[in-house]
């Protein structure tokens, strides 16, 4: 009788002789393997034997004595097809018993089969945002993309997401270009991150559309020391653009040199424009816009009249000469810095009013053109003309009036002061400075009536006054909301228009009256005036009749005069506007005072408020 005993041990070893089982690898392609089967024990020696799947792979084992079978399997340059194929080692003695066996399954890294943008390749337009799709398939584990602009990476701007396969990865990519992207490749790259040497990628050749760039830059045969007037000059102008058939403009800054150029050029995506490139151009000297033309001066005044000049080189040489209407001389007393001269000049007779001119010399040539100032005489402006209300509310006035003809030789102030009539602890005046004749006050008292005084000012004195009267609106009543509306009649609104006239009438009646008894009051008397700096005196000129002057340079305001209560006093207030527009004085408004029964004693003291500021005591003589 045969005892058949079956192995008692089988083994797969690798080339490191490591016992493997289950999944091996992973490999990558193209790797070569070296599996080892043992077995030992059994009776008869069994034969080993090495199947992928049903497919005999080989039979040829080797016995190592002592029980011990081996068969060694070498897999040559495994490709993608073997990925998760199974290899069986068995040990089979007898054709009567299961043959035992021992199986691995082999696990390999596959790389990308391939890339590619799929999104479609067309011209671009510069700042143009566009989404830009790329898809790889085929990697084992799933590939990975990246986005490339040369060295740059885009991977910040980009999106990726793999299949539930884990057979494809998709990477989307939000691409803005610009014109220095043109003519350069994107690139969109694929890789297995566990074999890194197997990188797939695809290439988009980029054609991007831009507007012109322009740079201007003076001809190269152009020397910029030896460009004076009149000299011939042309510019380079570097383009680039895409398309690149532009149509080209040359446009020039400035009138007068050193010119400040661009050029200009467009095409399909839009207008280029250069910086502006400075053309130094020497040249005479020219006369600098916006000097002061017109110096106002008294007799035997002194003045400074300054002159400007612009011009390159700016070694300049000055000539002053003056001019009226018989005579023309040279001006000799005048310093000169560089593009700068300042003549001093003394009108002595009106005979020295006239024209001063000045020009200027350098190594070009000339001033063509001289600098022209007018000599006029000083003195105060010429009053307002044509002041208009333009438009009141029961808190405001606007006023529009137009300069005088003559402003005095020098820059004028305007001046208005709206002087309540109203009597009461709510009575306030309001004044106005404006560089402008035109004025907006506000806050004023509803249903009162101002006298507005307008006047312009210098540092010579001041111009006559105009005198308006206006009336600010009354308030509307408040109505609540629980009244029902009411319809008014034709009938009623006549009736209530009558009514307001009425007011209106009786209110200028009180007023008049108010006016005329306040020259029954002799322990004190209300009087206008015009300063913030009184200097006053007092000269008889008529009998009973004084009239006190104001020297007033600065902002008008209006003036409480209290006198003692022994002196009989009367204060006539349309009098006093009266006389007012009558008398033109160098120092300031004429005020007029009544006493209709004496004078004053030769001396006495006044008291003067104006604003909310207290005037000291001044001493007034009559």
């Given at each position: 009788m045969i005892l058949i005993v079956p192995p008692k041990n089988l083994t797969i070893r690798d080339n490191k002789n490591n016992t493997i089982s289950g999944v091996i690898g992973p490999y990558e392609e193209g790797a070569t393997v070296n599996l080892i089967c043992e077995a030992s024990g059994g009776r008869?020696?069994?034969?080993?034997?090495?199947?992928?799947?049903?497919?005999?792979?080989?039979?040829?084992?080797?016995?190592?004595?002592?029980?011990?079978?081996?068969?060694?399997?070498?897999?040559?340059?495994?490709?993608?097809?073997?990925?998760?194929a199974t290899l069986t080692c068995q040990a089979r003695n007898t054709n009567l018993t299961i043959p035992v066996s021992k199986s691995v399954t082999i696990d390999l890294s596959l790389s990308p089969r391939e890339v590619k943008i799929v999104t479609p390749r067309r011209p671009l337009s510069s700042g143009e945002t566009l989404e830009v799709v790329c898809q790889t398939f085929g990697s084992r584990p799933p590939a990975r993309l990246s986005w490339w602009i040369g060295q740059e990476s885009l991977n910040s701007m980009a999106k990726e997401t793999v299949s539930g396969d884990g057979n494809s990865t998709v990477s989307r990519l939000q691409f803005r270009p610009t014109s220095e992207e043109h003519g350069k490749l994107l690139i969109c790259k694929a890789h297995n991150p566990e074999t890194p040497d197997s990188a797939?990628?695809?290439?988009?050749?980029?054609?991007?559309?831009?507007?012109?760039?322009?740079?201007?830059?003076?001809?190269?045969?152009?020397?910029?020391?030896?460009?004076?007037?009149?000299?011939?000059?042309?510019?380079?102008?570097?383009?680039?653009?895409?398309?690149?058939?532009?149509?080209?403009?040359?446009?020039?800054?400035?009138?007068?040199?050193?010119?400040?150029?661009?050029?200009?050029?467009?095409?399909?995506?839009?207008?280029?424009?250069?910086?502006?490139?400075?053309?130094?151009?020497?040249?005479?000297?020219?006369?600098?816009?916006?000097?002061?033309?017109?110096?106002?001066?008294?007799?035997?005044?002194e003045v400074n009249v300054t002159c400007e000049v612009d011009a390159d080189p700016d070694d300049i040489q000055f000539r002053w000469m003056f001019n009226n209407t018989s005579e023309t001389i040279d001006i000799i007393t005048f310093t000169s810095t560089a593009t700068q001269s300042i003549a001093t000049y003394v009108p002595r007779s009106k005979m020295d009013y006239g024209t001063l001119s000045c020009w200027g010399r350098n190594s070009i040539g000339v001033q063509r053109q001289p600098c022209v100032f007018s000599i006029v005489p000083a003195g105060p402006p010429d009053p307002l003309q044509n002041c208009t209300l333009l438009s009141f509310s029961a808190t405001s006035f606007m006023v529009n009036c137009t300069p005088?003809?003559?402003?005095?030789?020098?820059?004028?102030?305007?001046?208005?002061?709206?002087?309540?009539?109203?009597?009461?602890?709510?009575?306030?005046?309001?004044?106005?400075?404006?560089?402008?004749?035109?004025?907006?006050?506000?806050?004023?008292?509803?249903?009162?009536?101002?006298?507005?005084?307008?006047?312009?000012?210098?540092?010579?004195?001041l111009?006559?006054?105009?005198?308006?009267?206006?009336?600010?609106?009354?308030?509307?009543?408040?109505?609540?909301?629980?009244?029902?509306?009411?319809?008014?009649s034709a009938v009623l609104a006549v009736l209530m228009g009558l009514v307001g006239a009425l007011v209106l009438l009786a209110i200028i009646i009180i007023f008049i009256m108010k006016s005329r008894s306040s020259s029954d009051n002799s322990g004190t008397?209300?009087?206008?005036?015009?300063?913030?700096?009184?200097?006053?005196?007092?000269?008889?000129?008529?009998?009973?009749?004084?009239?006190?002057?104001?020297?007033?340079?600065?902002?008008?305001?209006?003036?409480?005069v209290t006198l003692p209560d022994n002196i009989p006093f009367v204060t006539n207030r349309n009098a006093l506007w009266r006389r007012n527009k009558r008398h033109v004085l160098p120092d300031g408004p004429m005020v007029t005072v009544y006493s209709p029964k004496n004078c004053l004693p030769k001396?006495?003291?006044?008291?003067?408020?104006?604003?909310?500021?207290?005037?000291?005591?001044?001493?007034?003589?009559?």
């Open positions: 008869p020696t069994p034969n080993l034997s090495w199947w992928k799947g049903s497919t005999l792979l080989d039979d040829s084992d080797t016995p190592l004595g002592r029980g011990l079978v081996k068969n060694e399997i070498v897999l040559l340059d495994l490709q993608r097809e073997d990925l998760l797939l990628e695809d290439k988009w050749d980029l054609n991007v559309y831009f507007s012109p760039q322009l740079s201007l830059a003076l001809g190269a045969s152009q020397q910029y020391e030896h460009i004076r007037e009149g000299s011939d000059v042309y510019f380079d102008c570097n383009i680039q653009a895409n398309p690149p058939e532009p149509l080209l403009a040359a446009a020039e800054r400035g009138q007068t040199p050193p010119g400040r150029y661009r050029c200009l050029a467009t095409n399909s995506e839009g207008e280029g424009i250069s910086e502006e490139a400075e053309l130094m151009v020497q040249f005479s000297p020219v006369c600098i816009s916006g000097q002061k033309r017109a110096y106002g001066v008294a007799r035997h005044e005088g003809i003559d402003d005095g030789g020098m820059k004028p102030k305007f001046h208005l002061i709206a002087i309540s009539l109203r009597d009461g602890k709510d009575s306030k005046n309001f004044s106005v400075v404006s560089d402008q004749p035109q004025f907006l006050i506000r806050g004023l008292n509803p249903g009162t009536t101002y006298q507005l005084v307008m006047y312009a000012s210098n540092t010579k004195g111009s006559t006054t105009i005198e308006l009267l206006a009336t600010t609106l009354f308030r509307a009543e408040r109505r609540t909301g629980d009244e029902p509306p009411i319809a008014i008397f209300l009087q206008q005036a015009f300063c913030t700096n009184v200097i006053s005196w007092m000269t008889l000129n008529l009998p009973h009749i004084c009239h006190m002057f104001i020297n007033d340079n600065h902002i008008p305001w209006y003036i409480l001396s006495c003291n006044l008291t003067a408020h104006h604003g909310i500021v207290r005037l000291k005591n001044t001493r007034i003589d009559c």
